[in-house]
């Protein structure tokens, strides 16, 4: 091997090198990536959980109130938890109570929760559920 085909494959060998450390960046960022998406979908998820949980929770208190004291305005005052509260941004409990006759004498009520996640408007997440009229 001759001097010249030294210094060649040592340019090569260089070459290679950096080509090796640039796809190992490539890597790293893209795993960065994919680590941060995948920490992000369990966080909503986890939100997501903890919505439906209290809304249950919701349901189960207004079932304990008498028929005639359930109303919008009783579930707007309702508090909201403060580990939620801190982890969406403007959380808001609506309701539409309906007084329905057929088949039977009931409250249909419909509370939704709305929110705003990462500056972003959220679909309101609603719990439909009749009430027996007593």
Same mark, same amino acid.
């Not at 190992?24 to 960022?29: E, F, R, T």
């Not at 008498?66 to 403060?82: C, F, R, T």
């Not at 409990?93 to 039977?104: F, T």
């Given at each position: 091997?001759?001097?010249?085909?030294?210094?060649?494959?040592?340019?090569?060998?260089?070459?290679?090198?950096?080509? !090796?450390?640039?796809?190992? /960046?490539?890597?790293?960022?893209?795993? /960065?990536?994919?680590?941060?998406?995948?920490?992000? /979908?369990?966080?909503?998820?986890?939100? !997501?959980?903890?919505?439906?949980?209290?809304?249950?929770?919701?349901?189960?208190?207004?079932?304990?109130?008498?028929?005639?004291?359930?109303?919008?305005?009783?579930?707007?005052?309702?508090?909201?938890?403060?580990?939620?509260?801190?982890? $969406?941004?403007?959380?808001?409990?609506? !309701?539409?109570?309906?007084?329905?006759?057929?088949?039977?004498? !009931?409250?249909?009520?419909?509370?939704?929760?709305?929110?705003?996640?990462?500056?972003?408007? $959220?679909?309101?997440?609603?719990?439909?559920?009749?009430?027996?009229?007593?």
């Amino acid at each position: 091997m001759t001097l010249h085909q030294s210094q060649t494959r040592a340019a090569n060998t260089s070459f290679e090198i950096v080509i !090796a450390i640039l796809i190992l /960046g490539l890597v790293a960022s893209s795993l /960065g990536q994919f680590v941060h998406h995948i920490r992000n /979908g369990l966080d909503q998820r986890d939100v !997501a959980q903890r919505i439906d949980f209290w809304l249950e929770n919701v349901r189960e208190e207004l079932a304990c109130q008498p028929p005639e004291k359930v109303s919008s305005d009783l579930v707007a005052e309702w508090p909201i938890p403060q580990d939620l509260s801190q982890r $969406v941004e403007a959380p808001r409990l609506s !309701a539409s109570v309906k007084k329905i006759e057929h088949p039977l004498s !009931a409250l249909e009520i419909t509370l939704s929760f709305h929110c705003r996640l990462s500056h972003q408007d $959220v679909t309101p997440k609603t719990l439909t559920f009749w009430m027996a009229d007593r």
